[in-house]
């Protein structure tokens, strides 16, 4: 072991300090991007965008399939408008973005069965449907399954109908 004089050794430890500190941090680094990387792998094994049919893509991953609303139902309108206050209103807010995404609009940017689908499927629309991926990386909270029946989502969608501008 080298003897420094009292002054100059503290010197040579603070720079002793400086290097375990810088190598913690380059350590830390490289740990952060192992994780990122092994998560990369992981997406890219799980089923895919390409895996989906385009009716899928198109309208959601769920027990709803494509189908075309008639004109409005104003008293089904009603009884979603009351789901809605209970089953959505912690999280999603008409005109702006909240815990999740503004949905006032919703019906102008998605499908009517791509809506009940991540309504009464949000666990597998957020792992498995692209669309439902970007969201739930932009909005990292995952949208809570409100084990609602296919009448109740079906309410709640006449409901953002007439929400929409
Ligand atoms: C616990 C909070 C929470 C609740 C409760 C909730 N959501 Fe969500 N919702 C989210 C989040 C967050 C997202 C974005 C995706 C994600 O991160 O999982 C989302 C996404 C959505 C989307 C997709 C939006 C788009 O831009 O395509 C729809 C539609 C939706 N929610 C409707 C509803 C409806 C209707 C209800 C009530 C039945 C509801 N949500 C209840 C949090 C919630």
Redesign the pocket.
């Known amino acids: 072991m080298l003897i420094f004089p009292p002054a100059k050794r503290t010197a040579q430890m603070r720079t002793l300090h400086t290097i375990v500190l810088i190598t913690a941090l380059a350590i830390g680094g490289c740990a952060k991007s192992a994780e990122d990387g092994g998560a990369a792998q992981g997406a890219a094994d799980a089923p895919s965008g390409d895996a989906l049919t385009p009716e899928q893509l198109e309208h959601g991953i769920g027990p709803v399939s494509a189908f075309e609303p008639g004109p409005i139902d104003d008293a089904m309108a009603a009884a979603g408008m009351e789901l ?1 206050k209970i ?2 209103s ?3 807010k008409v005109d702006e973005r909240y ?3 503004a ?1 006032g609009d ?1 019906t102008t ?2 499908s009517p069965a791509f ?1 009940m689908n ?2 009464l499927n ?1 666990v597998e629309m ?1 792992q498995k449907h692209p ?2 991926k970007k ?2 990386e932009e ?6 399954d ?1 084990s ?1 029946s296919r009448e109740d989502a079906r309410a ?1 969608l006449e409901y ?1 109908r007439t929400a929409a501008p």
């Open positions: 809605y089953k959505c912690a999280c999603h815990i999740g995404p949905l919703i940017r998605r809506i991540m309504m949000p957020t669309e439902g969201l739930l909005y990292v909270a995952p949208m809570a409100q609602l709640i953002l």
